[in-house]
């Protein structure tokens, strides 16, 4: 991803989580900020393939987890 993708997807993450605070518990939050940490560490200081691979790895983990706490998205499934 480059530079801006990656300020684009911080930017949404965290207005999701302003949005969805209330509806996640405090282990959720935790992932969530771990995720835009992730990313923004990711968009400062540019890794190696294989790690920056590992890191959009586990912060799209951390999102998916979210979006089917805030949206029980299984309910449908």
């Known amino acids: 991803m480059d530079a801006q993708t990656l300020t684009n997807v911080i930017n949404g993450l965290k207005k999701t989580r302003d949005v969805c605070s209330s509806q996640l ?3 959720a939050l935790k992932e969530l900020d771990g995720a835009i940490a992730l990313l923004e560490r990711l968009r400062d200081h540019p890794q190696s ?3 920056a691979a590992a890191l959009k790895l586990r912060a799209l983990q951390a999102v998916a987890a979210v979006v089917s706490i805030a949206t029980n998205l299984r309910n449908w499934l």
């Open 25 to 27: 518990d405090i282990g």
């Open 49 to 51: 393939t294989t790690e």
